[in-house]
């Protein structure tokens, strides 16, 4: 999911204040970069109108006949919306095959709607009613209710089903049950089970629910957890990874089939993951549409009245077919061309870089005026934009469709545990949703700037409701693991960094790695080990900060000449990221550039040169991404120590106080 950025412009006019200081210092040009902020288009340019709304066609299809992946379950649905009490009532049949080398007695269900059942779950608690910008209101409230669990045989299950809280033990949250099974399931045999149940939706917060006659199904059955075997992720033993649904936290689940029967209104469209299996039939006022998919470990739909349906095939070098469908709300008709385009140059790019897009469909979903708690999230060939708020939207319309489409790789194939290294997930679609907004839209992120939002560095790899907050999960998860890979890749070089990210992917997609299994890929494609740089910034919480610490100029006499005693202290104060340059600029225009290891705690150059040093200044080019704090990265030799010292460290709690008020 991609978080917003609402406080840009205050920002970057917080930056640019400081360039004005550092450059009246003298050394201005270590606070610019090249990044653009692409403003929206031009207002007085000619605006296409607003096509008129297509019937949604039904475009059956057919699966295709080789399995990419452990079909570990297999889910059969019939979904009915009841819009006008904003309801589901559902019935399933699951059905679940083991995995793993020994017997199994029981299963983990999660029920995530029931997150939203009061303010005393566990993910109300810790979010306080809030995701990103998104609030939720008196009436986000909703529920899931099962209705009945049996065998195939008829035998009710019911009474077998506890829920469980094994992260916090709060007897409040009904997100996570526990069934004993009445036969253990034996290895590669299989366990079908039917159930009834219903949801009601809460006024869209939080990735679900109403807005409107909008409505978005996210997390919306009840869906088996993950049975890890013995090596999954480090495993040294197989068993259930179950968790409660949590503020920060995202979800992790098993690939399999899903067959799913959706009924709606017959004026309602469906946007849905997977393609329709057949064609809809209208019945009584009634709609149902038959979607299914394989290989994909989640099912996601959405329903509106309103939705403007709009349908292109497309084919490059990796996309061997795909049919992109857009669902827009009627503000955001008139963009059709830029969502496609989007939806294009991130599947292109993406296939390109790590390999084929394997589904034949991909839906983008845009939320209406006050539906964005939907917006800015993915499913299996399915994302949703963000909302259709404004109507002269920026860069910020195609970089959440790059973005979202980014997870269909790391989120969707790959499939990261986002409970517990959510990094995976996120800082690699931030990684490479920056890589397309630069390759495709010239937009190339202000990495300094970035890097200067964490003020709270963290581990990587923990859970995600370790975090303190959204914001600091944000800064970590999204940012900064974003830098770390920018870290990678400026010690190895473009190519060998994309020969990393495509081989990570080629050798995990549908296999749930972990942080260990990436390092390892790093380690193997570039034969070096990386032990220090995992344990500084992914494991530990370290930034690499390097100062300019001290400068002393001492007039000395040699061969009856006055000259100068030039001495600079350069000092790390944080995790080593590689080599780092030192311009040393003296008052007869000389500048001496060094170039320091950075494996030490410090450095001492003593030059003696006819002219006295005028500054120093350590990484000038910010090629240092990890580094924090840019404001220690120069100092002026003519100022006294205890001024030198007064002003670096005042304007420094001044930056990190104020980027502190505004990072998200």
């Known amino acids: 999911m991609k978080p917003r950025l609402a406080t840009r412009f205050l920002l970057f006019a917080l930056a640019a204040v400081l360039i004005g200081v550092t450059a009246r210092e003298g050394f201005g040009h270590a606070w610019i970069s090249q990044y653009t902020y692409a403003s929206a288009p031009a207002k007085d340019a000619p605006k296409p109108a607003a096509p008129p709304p297509t019937q949604q066609p039904d475009s059956v299809m057919q699966p295709k006949p080789v399995a990419l992946s452990k079909r570990v ?78 065998t195939t045989e008829g035998y009710s299950l019911l009474p077998r089903l506890h829920f469980v809280q094994p992260d916090d033990g709060n007897p409040n949250d009904l997100t996570l049950a526990k069934l004993k099974l009445p036969n253990p399931v034996a290895p590669g045999k299989s366990v079908t089970l039917r159930m009834k149940f219903e949801v009601k939706l809460p006024e869209v917060f939080a990735r ?39 503020g920060n936290s995202e979800f992790y689940s098993d690939f399999g089939i899903y067959s799913v029967k959706i009924n709606v209104p017959s004026s309602y469209k469906v946007a849905a993951t997977g393609f329709q299996a057949k064609a809809s039939v209208v019945q009584d006022g009634r709609k149902t549409y038959q979607f299914y998919a394989d290989d994909v470990h989640d099912f996601g739909w959405s329903a509106s009245p309103d939705f403007v349906y709009s349908e292109e095939p497309y084919s490059t070098e990796g996309v061997p ?6 669902y827009l709300d009627p503000l955001h008709a008139k963009y059709k061309d830029r969502y496609l385009h989007a939806a294009k140059s991130a599947l292109a790019k993406y296939a390109q870089w790590y390999g084929a897009y394997p589904y034949t469909t991909l839906s983008v979903v845009v939320p209406p005026k006050g539906g964005n708690g939907a917006g800015g999230m993915e499913y299996p060939t ?40 959510a990094w995976l997930d996120e800082g690699f679609t931030s990684y490479a949703e920056d890589k397309v907004m630069e390759s495709e839209y010239g937009v190339a992120p202000n990495l300094p700037v970035e890097a200067s939002y964490m003020t709270d560095p963290a581990p990587l ?8 907050d959204n914001n600091h999960y944000a800064e970590n998860v999204y940012i900064r693991a974003k830098l770390v890979l920018v ?18 992917f080629q050798k995990y997609k549908f296999k749930h790695p972990s942080t260990a299994d990436f390092q390892r890929v790093v380690e193997s494609v570039t034969k070096t080990k990386w032990n220090d740089y995992f344990s500084h910034f992914v494991y530990g919480d370290a930034m690499s900060d390097y100062a300019v610490a001290g400068i ?49 705690a410090s450095v001492q150059y003593k030059i003696v040169h006819g002219a006295k040093l005028l500054w120093a200044a350590v990484d000038p080019q910010n090629d240092n991404v990890l580094d924090n704090k840019h404001i220690n990265n120069f100092m002026k030799a003519d100022l006294d120590e205890k001024t030198r010292t007064r002003w670096s460290v005042g304007l420094s709690k001044l930056a990190e106080t104020l980027f502190a008020s505004l990072a998200w």
């Open 73 to 150: 379950a297999e889910y059969h649905i019939d979904v009915s919306l009841q819009a006008d009490t904003h309801r589901l009532q559902g019935e399933q049949t699951v059905t679940w095959t083991n995995p793993g080398r020994q017997q199994v007695s029981e299963l983990y269900f999660h029920l995530y709607p029931n997150a939203f059942r009061s303010k005393e779950t566990t993910f109300m608690r810790e979010s306080g009613g809030q995701l990103r910008e998104d609030k939720a209101t008196s009436d986000s409230t909703g529920y899931m209710n099962l209705l009945t669990l049996e």
């Open 208 to 246: 679900m629910g109403y807005s409107g006659d909008f409505v978005m199904a996210g997390q919306w059955f009840p869906k088996l957890a993950v049975y890890e075997t013995a090596g999954t992720r480090g495993r040294a033993t197989e068993g259930w990874n179950a968790h409660q649904y949590h």
């Open 321 to 326: 077919g795909v049919r992109i469908k857009l």
């Open 382 to 421: 399915l994302v949703t934009a963000f909302s259709a708020e404004n109507d002269n939207p920026g860069y910020d319309l195609e970089r959440t469709v790059v973005h979202e489409i980014g997870h269909q790789y790391w989120y969707g194939m790959v499939a990261s545990n986002e409970f517990e290294e």
């Open 461 to 468: 790899k923990q859970l995600s409701w370790s975090y303190h």
């Open 487 to 504: 870290g990678i890749e400026k010690q190895v070089g473009d190519a060998t960094m994309r020969k990393i990210m495509r081989t990570y």
């Open 552 to 600: 002393r100029v001492t007039p000395v006499k040699q061969d009856g000449k006055t000259e100068y005693e030039n001495v600079v202290l350069i000092k790390k104060t944080g995790g080593s990221n590689g080599p780092v340059t030192v311009v040393l600029h003296f008052a007869d225009g000389t500048v001496m550039p060094k170039v320091w290891d950075g494996q030490e």
